[in-house]
């Protein structure tokens, strides 16, 4: 949920193709965070890919921070952003590879289903403390409150 909450602001800061080109650094995070708390074992190539990735994602940045704009204090921050996000994302998925890694023998459609079923029940207890916070900013919440699930269906 954080992950795609952070990656959503991005896209308002710095292009999508960019956004879309820094995502791919989960790759990376996924791949430290293994091999420090999974204790895996990154091989030769696993390194190579690994090394890829970060110039990609080098370039990719420095695309969006060379690129003409209006809003220059913005793209760093998109930038910064965006890879925060994807280590959470990251954070979830070797979290989740720790806790779930035992459980071979649990089909993994009911996984998904329980994991869907999870997801669930934390949105009908976020919703609707968030249609009942006010919000000023119109551009942000044309509502005047931070959610307005009702909208959505008119």
């Not at 994991?115 to 044309?142: A, F, H, R, T």
């Amino acid at each position: 949920m954080t992950e795609t909450s952070l990656k959503n602001v991005t896209l308002t800061m710095i292009s999508t193709s960019v956004t879309q080109m820094l995502r791919s650094s989960v790759v990376v995070f996924s791949a430290l965070l293994a091999l420090i708390f999974l204790k895996k074992k990154l091989y030769r190539h696993h390194v190579t890919s690994i090394g890829i990735i970060v110039t990609g994602i080098f370039l990719g940045g420095l695309s969006q921070m060379l690129s003409s704009s209006k809003e220059v204090l913005l793209k760093p921050i998109g930038v910064i952003i965006v890879l925060v996000a994807q280590l959470f994302g990251a954070t979830g998925y070797v979290v989740e590879e720790k806790f779930l890694g035992d459980f071979d023998d649990v089909d993994p459609i009911y996984m998904i289903g329980i994991e869907g079923l999870w997801s669930l029940l934390i949105w009908c207890i976020v919703l609707p403390i968030l249609q009942i916070i006010p919000c000023d900013n119109l551009d942000l919440c044309p509502f005047d409150r931070l959610e307005n699930s009702l909208q959505a269906f008119e």
